[in-house]
């Protein structure tokens, strides 16, 4: 039986697509997106305010652009071993915390870099009227500079929400859940009988990560302010 054959066998079977077992697509999913959402909540608090603060103020400028370097640089498996390793030495539970942390660590540089960057893009001009009639330092952050950044955050939010999703996959490795990515460890487990499998959990992954990337483009479609997406549109015909 080829390959194909085993993978289309596999998606076939009917407790593929139960809600309930966790052997079942839709359950895995849920679990994988639990995982991701999480730790992209989590790097959204722990980023947006400092890096708002810190852009309104332009101060840290040479920190946002370091953050772009780090996490480049940063290995996400690497990442997962290593917080695996030290809960295992700690004496911590390694089914969640490890992935997590790497998530988070995965996830903490886009944020911070696109927030300072979205606001201190925004013309100086703009704040200065904002100030001149009577807005204070707080209302000109959350009013004014956070919803015209918006689009360039959620830009960071979507890089970092599309790594998390391909690390969570990654992470079954030391995952007893580890969402659609136990597919592809068990898989390997079984040898050459787990192809299909393996197979079938790559393309659940990408499927995920592809419905991931339109949702978050029509989020930035509804949250960016109108006026804001006419100039973006008429820049882009120009």
Excluded: K
Excluded at 56 to 72: C, D, E, K, M
Excluded at 159 to 183: E, K, P, S
């Amino acid at each position: 039986m080829s390959i194909i054959d085993q993978t289309i066998e596999w998606f076939g079977e009917p407790n593929r697509w139960s809600w309930t077992d966790s052997a079942g697509v839709p359950y895995r999913t849920v679990e994988h997106l639990q995982f991701s959402l999480l730790a992209l909540a989590i790097s959204a608090v722990l980023t947006i305010p400092p890096a708002l603060w810190l852009a309104h103020y332009r101060r840290a400028q040479f920190l946002a652009t370091s953050a772009v370097n780090i996490g480049r640089a940063i290995p996400s498996f690497g990442l997962v071993i290593l917080f695996w390793f030290l809960a295992s030495r700690l004496e911590v539970d390694t089914t969640f915390w490890p992935l997590m942390l790497a998530l988070v660590a995965l996830a903490l540089p886009p944020m911070f870099t696109n927030t300072y960057a979205g606001v201190i893009q925004l013309e100086q001009e703009t704040v200065d009227a904002a100030r001149g009639t009577g807005y204070r330092e707080w209302q000109i952050m959350l009013r004014l500079e956070l919803p015209l950044a918006s689009p360039v955050i959620l830009a960071g939010a979507r890089v970092a929400f599309l790594q998390l999703v391909a690390t969570v996959a990654i992470g079954a490795i030391v995952n007893d859940g580890g969402g659609l990515g136990r597919y592809i460890v068990d898989g390997f487990a079984l040898g050459d009988p787990g192809h299909g499998e393996i197979l079938a959990g790559g393309i659940a992954v990408v499927v995920l990560a592809l419905v991931c990337e339109g949702v978050f483009a029509l989020i930035t479609r509804w949250v960016t302010p109108r006026g804001l997406a006419i100039q973006s549109r008429a820049d882009a015909r120009t």
